[in-house]
């Protein structure tokens, strides 16, 4: 193997490995693309991811960029590198892949009528060319102890979550700390990141292990109480439970302690910031207005899944517990409400009823 100076741990190495071979299942002479940051914990793991490719027989590129935040643009060779069209591409972030700014100011379209703002998003579910997981925050713990795991048996319990809200009405979400938000799912179909990538169109987060929704468009009203962990410009564990109320779909009132102030100063840099990237082009000028607006749009509902998961102040795992769900503020998958931010807030132990028809009894699955 010519492959000098890639020295790898090998349970780092076992857990690219299922990646690799159980979740992709890459083939021999595929392009793997693996876009990475000089940071220690990613890098290390994509030098692994690649290790694993190569072994597979593929023919793998890792690319290095700067790391990048909710609000930066990819690198344009990394964009360009997507664009190439490679049958599969892994993006193992500190934080993001970064914006694609020729997506923002002219969209791409996808043979399924919609509108996409990044090259990845368009290959991947606008045209199906592509397969992928995406790792935003990742650690090296956190990859060879969530990664291993039994995927027939998570699939199982995906599909008859996904099944439950399948052709469903409303959903309604409380707990013993005053959640209580009733939200419509009707037209809306359900998602499943089941680590089941090895087709084209098909993607998700390693780790994986939930199923989520985008609420129909003005849906959402009442309260929810987050009392896990929030992500803002990094995931904050809740030490005081931060009160979200909504109406009509909205955010409109965010109430606690130390983590609510700063998820309001989040959602309002949120607002301000289309306009600002309007005005050096970075923005279709006609989307600034939309974006501000979705900055308090409650953009997803999502069950966590994942038997190794657990709180840790990162929400790439912490959205994927069990026992729990979760709410993002802004953006949603449907991409109809856009937005710059998608914060995710994890709620513990909560009742969930679809169409009145029990999903969970205080963080337990009743299916």
């Known amino acids: 193997m010519d492959i000098p100076h890639f020295r790898v741990g090998a349970e780092l190495l076992k857990a690219a490995d299922v990646a690799v071979n159980e979740v992709l299942a890459v083939k021999n002479g595929e392009h793997v693309l693996i876009v990475t940051n000089p940071v220690r914990d990613v ?7 690649y290790l694993s490719s190569y072994n597979a027989g593929a023919s793998p590129t890792l690319m290095v960029q700067p790391k990048k935040t909710t609000f930066d643009l990819a690198e344009p060779a990394v964009i360009n590198a997507i664009k190439t069209e490679p049958e599969v591409v892994i993006s193992m972030s500190a934080e993001k892949l970064g914006k694609d700014k020729e997506g923002l100011t002219d969209p791409y379209k996808g043979l399924d009528g919609k509108t996409y703002t990044h090259i990845f998003s368009q290959l991947l579910r606008g045209v199906k060319k592509i397969r992928a997981f995406w790792s935003p925050t990742v650690t090296i713990d956190m990859f060879t102890r969530t990664v291993q795991i039994d995927y027939p048996a998570l699939q199982k319990t995906t599909t008859k979550v996904a099944d439950l809200m399948e052709s469903a009405g409303e959903v309604n979400v409380k707990t013993a700390l005053g959640t209580d938000i009733t939200f419509g799912i009707e037209g809306r179909k359900p998602m499943t990141d089941d680590g089941d990538f090895k087709t084209p169109g098909k993607g998700g987060n390693l780790p994986c292990g939930e199923v989520f929704i985008s ?9 929810i109480v987050f009392d896990g962990s929030i ?31 700063k998820l309001e100063a989040y959602v309002r840099k ?3 910031k289309p306009s600002k990237m309007a005005k050096k082009g970075e923005l279709a000028k006609e989307k600034a207005e939309e974006y501000a607006k979705n900055a308090r749009n409650i953009g997803e509902f999502g069950v966590g899944l994942n038997p190794r998961a657990k709180i840790v102040g990162n929400v790439l795992e912490d959205e994927k517990v069990l026992s729990t769900v979760h709410f993002a503020i802004g953006s949603n998958y449907d991409q109809d409400a856009l937005a710059l931010i998608h914060s995710d807030g994890i709620v513990k132990n909560p009742t969930v009823t679809v169409d009145k028809e029990p999903l969970m009894k205080k963080g337990k699955l009743q299916i």
């Open 215 to 223: 609420p129909a468009l003005g849906t959402a009203n009442g309260t």
């Open 43 to 49: 890098y290390y793991i994509s030098r692994a991811l």
């Open 270 to 272: 949120a607002e301000k």
């Open 231 to 261: 992500t803002l410009e990094r995931t904050l564990i809740i030490k005081e439970p931060v009160k979200v109320t909504i109406k009509e779909g909205f955010v409109t009132e965010v109430d606690g302690g130390k983590e609510a102030r």
